[in-house]
Structures are given as C-alpha cells and as structure tokens.
C-alpha cells in the first residue's frame, strides 16, 4: 500500500466520528454510518465472487468437507475495526479479513456462508492444529516461525507495523524513540521482535487484544502502543484520544492460515485468491472496508507466495 495515502488517512482520522463495521454470513454493509449505497455495493462484489468447478472439490479433501457441512468455520476477530467487527445491532460482522472469507466460502459452498470463532493471537495456531477451524483470516502476519506450526496461504494483504500514543503525547515518532519507555504490543504478535531488535531498552507489556491495547494506552499502563497500520488506523478513526504517529517502519505480509502438511487446500485456497484478484472482488472487498479509511485507489495485492513462509 502507498504510505501517503495512508498518512492522510492516518492524520484524518482523528477528526474523523466513530466507526461502526458491520458484517456477517451474508453480503457486505457499509463500513462507516450513514454511508449510501454500501451494502448494495458490497453485495455486488460478492455477487461476482467466483465459484469452484464441480471437479475442484476433490473427494475426501478439506473442501469437500466444508462444502458438504455447508459453512466454512473461521478463525477470526469479532472486534477489529474495518477488518472483522461484530455490530452488536445486527450481530453480523464485516471488513476486509471477514468479507475475505465470505468470498472463500462462496468459492467453496456457492453461498457465503460463514461461521466466525473468535481467536486471540496466541491461539491461532492450536485452533487449526485441532481441526476447530479451517482458516484463519486475522492479519495473520507470515513469519518463517509460525509456518513450522500452520501453513500460509498468499500473502492477501500487506500492512506494516508503526505507532500510537495517547493524544498530544510528545518525542515519539520513530521506534528509537521508545528506547526506555514502557511500551504496550498484542500477545504472540511480531510488534514483540521488531521492539526488542529496535528499541532494546523498551519494556514490553502485552495483552490479548487490540482493544485491550487500547484501553491499557489509554489507562497510561504504556507510553505506545505497536500495532499494524491498518487496525491504528482504525482505532484512531473510532476513538479521537488516539493518534498514529511516524511512518510503518516493517512490511508484515497477512496470509490465510491454514493446517500444516495440508498441502492440497494450500494450493486450492491459493488458486482461490488468484482468481478473486482476477475478477476484481479482491479490490472491491477492499474499497468496502479499509478503503473507506484510506483514500485513492485499492492497491496491487501481494504477490502469492512471495515471502519466506508462504
């Protein structure tokens, strides 16, 4: 993604009134209230949601048994803002990693249907080993280390980490800057090495969630909170006691998680995600839910398969 665009957004966001991303099983929402003609929208991109062919659903493999249950049961967020958030009027979730498995599920079953189990980033990896879900969509950053635990299908996305404080907070604007300082990062997540390779003398605290980041910033139980641009982005649209501060200074490619050694779905999830590119729903899913946030055109996806891990 162009990083000037999303400044822009970034410096936007705090003027910005609250986000409310809503989804579900069924076709996209708007992901900012009071938006027209967004659910329409979403519904058309999945509408043009490509569909497997009769003689891809191979007997006896993992496709055949999410087609024949008839949902496809993902690992994922219920509260991430513009990526996989729970309206809690509707009860149905949306953004960009849900409507993502909306459109797999389309590909597999015909219809998107999709059923969320909420995971944390330290659980992740034992909720495919176990067979409790088939994929995790959750900004699930590849990394060398955990695909000796899960497989990676893409990447789909590219984000970066980068920095939020509380509002009006001063002399940090770079990772250097939190050499020192107690600094707040999500559980089993890669803020945890990137802080310790560029700020040393940092003490990390973490927490499950981004929300509980959040609220533990707030709370001054940390100076800053490193997280993906994308969901700072998000928290600081929503809450104006928040800003993002500097610039994404790693590329953390998201990819699709999967049961390691399944090598027949990693190539069927990969193939899916070449096709969904294709037809242009990957963009529109995108225009839906984080490009509500950050202005100009969707940007290129990542090249499947192109980092170490994937």
Known sequence: MVVSMKRVAAVAAVSMIGL????????????????????????????????????????????????????????????????????????????????????????????????????????????????????????????????EQVAFAGPYYSSGLTIAVKKGTTGIAKPEDLNGKTVIAGANTPAIPAIKKLAPQAEIVTFGSDPECIQALKQDRGVAYVQDETLLIADAQKDPAVEVVGSPFTTDPYGIGLKHGDDQFKKFVNDWLKKTQSAGVWQGIWKNSIGTVVQGEAPAPPQIGSVPGS
Do not use: W
């Not at 979403?42 to 006896?60: E, F, K, Q, S, T």
């Not at 509260?79 to 498995?101: C, H, I, K, R, W």
């Open 20 to 147: 409310s991303a809503c989804s579900g099983t069924g076709s996209g929402s708007p992901a900012v209230p009071g938006e027209t003609g967004g659910a329409a929208e979403g519904a058309g991109v999945l509408a043009n949601a490509p569909v497997a062919a009769a003689a891809d659903i191979l007997p006896g493999s993992t496709m055949e048994k999410i087609k024949q249950r008839g949902e496809l049961i993902v690992g994922g967020s219920l509260d991430a803002p513009l990526l996989s958030q729970q309206n809690p009027v509707t009860g149905e979730v949306e953004g960009f990693d849900a409507d993502m498995g909306k459109a797999l599920a389309t590909y597999i079953i015909g219809e998107p249907k999709v059923k969320i189990v909420n995971s944390a980033s330290e659980t992740r990896e034992a909720l495919l080993s176990n067979g409790t879900v088939d994929v995790v969509f959750q900004t699930y950053t590849i990394t060398p280390e955990r695909a």
